[in-house]
């Protein structure tokens, strides 16, 4: 039986979910590089994020979770990578006191996706794309499993079909209670369509 989330999943049982048409009114920015809602490269609609850097910068967006920590999610956006860009992160889930529960890194060496998670006592977890998934400047579908339970499973798709996957012990954690999309290297990544929500999509 897949366990449920802490709290009670609001309707439809999504936690988050934005297609970059209205803004970023539900997002945080940090970070000393740019992000925009642009209308020129996007997956679906008129609207898609960039996080664009120079040297030396990084720049996030972050979003809480309706209903606060979540023991199990399925986080998935579509990115689109920029021709040169380097090895870095590009989603981030974070529990209250704002430590890491997974990241998810754009490879560069492997041209793959390469994915972190961790539980209460800080054990971590990795799980691997195949190498040569991810090329520039197209767009994938990107989506994470994590069940922060004594018998948890992480598991990572794309395009909707299944890369890699880890069972394990996975409790001592309340869960993720925000999203973070993420550029920390020089040029741009583009977002768009992402949702955090009870089930897989």
């Not at 996007?42 to 720049?59: E, V, W, Y």
């Not at 961790?118 to 799980?127: M, Q, V, Y």
């Amino acid at each position: 039986m897949i366990p449920t989330a802490t709290s009670t999943p609001p309707t439809g049982g999504v936690y988050l979910r934005d297609d970059f048409e209205s803004g970023l009114g539900q997002w945080t920015p940090g970070g000393n590089g740019t992000a925009s809602i642009q209308s020129s490269v996007t997956h679906g609609g008129s609207g898609a994020l960039s996080l664009t850097n120079t040297s030396g910068q990084f720049i996030t967006e972050t979003a809480s979770l309706a209903g606060g920590p979540q023991v199990q999610t399925f986080t998935r956006f579509y990115v689109r990578i920029a021709s040169g860009a380097t090895t870095g992160t590009i989603a981030a889930g974070r529990n209250a006191s704002g430590a890491n529960q997974w990241i998810i890194l754009y490879d560069q060496a492997r041209k793959g996706l390469d994915v972190y998670v961790w539980n209460g006592a800080r054990t971590r977890f990795d799980l691997y794309t195949p190498v040569n998934v991810i090329a520039y400047d197209a767009w994938y579908s990107v989506e994470l499993q994590t069940t922060y339970t004594a018998s948890g499973r992480v598991e990572i798709w794309l395009n909707g079909a299944s890369q890699d996957s880890v069972a394990g012990d996975l409790s001592g954690t309340t869960g993720v209670t925000t999203v973070g999309l993420w550029n920390e290297v020089p040029g741009t990544i583009y977002m768009d369509d992402v949702s955090v929500a009870s089930a897989h999509s």
